[in-house]
């Protein structure tokens, strides 16, 4: 009988024990699967454009894994305009673009206050420019010439005819879709076009008889600020900024480590950018190795330049009748969330 009473309490224990460690291995695997929810990324959406290379450090930062390093999972929405890339941060459909700032400023101008400005990662003075069809020899040849032109390379336009005491009144002027341009000017639809690179290079093959009479670095922005006439802003979520500091502070460095790369590495960038622009890396290495690509060196002088330039160039668009309102754009500007 003793016996028997030592073995049930033997198997009692030998109960517990099992199950002790059972309840210890739900724990350690609920916790492990907690774990594992912390450690999922967090997923955020960029629109960008595949036919600017001013995009190349967010590129780089996907391809090279600089946001996965953040716990950040990106992905590369395509929406050629500018325009469409802020509707569709204002809609919530992405979180973070880089854009021309003519569409920021018309926008702001509207009082919309779904984003900020919040850093600058390219500005490429000299790959913005006009190509003009045999005969249009200068920039005040243009009078009364067909000229095509849309977003930033119409302030360009616009800057260049400034300089010979002429306006927008005083050439003919159609907006296209810059990938439209080059047929355009090869079959003489219109006499010059504006665009930037890398389709500034097309309108010279289109036309290789034709002429660059102007480009961004000729104009008085560029005297005045040594940038573009529009340059890039990447612009970010407000509701982003906001609720998740942390992580916007992530999306920047990870940002600046893409430019830095573009910088330092130009060949290797063209590889590693090359199947977002369905075009060879040799075909792009030239042009990389042209563009001003800016990170996390300066950055705060770097900005502040650049809230001067778009004030400036809010200023214009509101005398040229673009916008309504001239919006202070000190009021967008937000990089407090951003640390060394």
Not at 16 to 42: H, K, Q, V
Not at 68 to 86: A, W
Not at 178 to 194: F, N, S, W
Not at 208 to 235: N, Q
Request: charged share 25%; proline share 4%.
């Amino acid at each position: 009988m003793i016996s028997e009473m030592k073995k049930i309490r033997k198997t009692g224990r030998g109960t517990a024990r099992r199950l002790g460690s059972g309840f210890a291995l739900a724990l350690s695997c609920l916790a492990s699967g907690t774990l594992a929810i912390a450690d999922e990324p967090t997923e955020l959406k960029f629109g960008g454009s595949a036919t600017w290379l001013g995009q190349v450090p967010i590129m780089v930062a996907i391809d090279n894994g600089y946001f996965e390093e953040e716990g950040i999972k990106v992905e590369f929405v395509p929406i050629g305009s500018s325009y469409d890339r802020l509707s569709a941060l204002t809609s919530g459909s992405i979180d973070f673009s880089n854009l021309g700032r003519v569409a920021v400023i018309s926008e702001m101008a509207r009082g919309n206050d779904a984003f900020y400005n919040v850093a600058n990662v390219d500005d490429s003075p000299g790959n913005e420019g006009c190509w003009a069809r045999p005969g249009v020899e200068t920039i005040a040849d243009m009078r009364g010439r067909k000229v095509a032109a849309n977003s930033s390379a119409e302030i360009t336009m616009t800057l260049l005819l400034a300089t010979e005491d002429m306006t927008q009144s005083d050439v003919e002027l159609f907006n296209i879709g810059g990938t439209e341009m080059a047929p355009a000017l090869a079959r003489g639809d219109v006499d010059v076009a504006c665009i930037w690179q890398p389709l500034l290079d097309g309108l010279k093959a289109a036309v290789p008889d034709g002429r660059l009479i102007g480009t961004d670095k000729d104009t008085s922005f560029y005297d005045e600020f040594g940038t573009m006439a529009a340059p890039d802003i990447v612009i970010m979520s407000r509701a982003l900024v906001n609720d998740s500091p942390e992580i916007a502070n992530k999306v920047i460095k990870a940002l600046f480590k893409g430019a830095d790369f573009a910088n330092n590495n130009p060949e290797e960038a063209a590889q590693v950018v090359s199947h977002y622009f369905n075009k060879d890396a040799a075909d792009l290495i030239d042009s990389i190795d042209k563009f001003m690509y800016f990170g996390g060196a300066d950055w705060e002088a770097h900005i502040e330049l650049h809230s001067g330039q778009m004030q400036a160039l809010a200023n214009l668009l509101y005398d040229l009748g673009k916008i309504g309102a001239k919006p202070d754009v000190t009021e967008w500007t937000n990089t407090d969330f951003i640390t060394d």
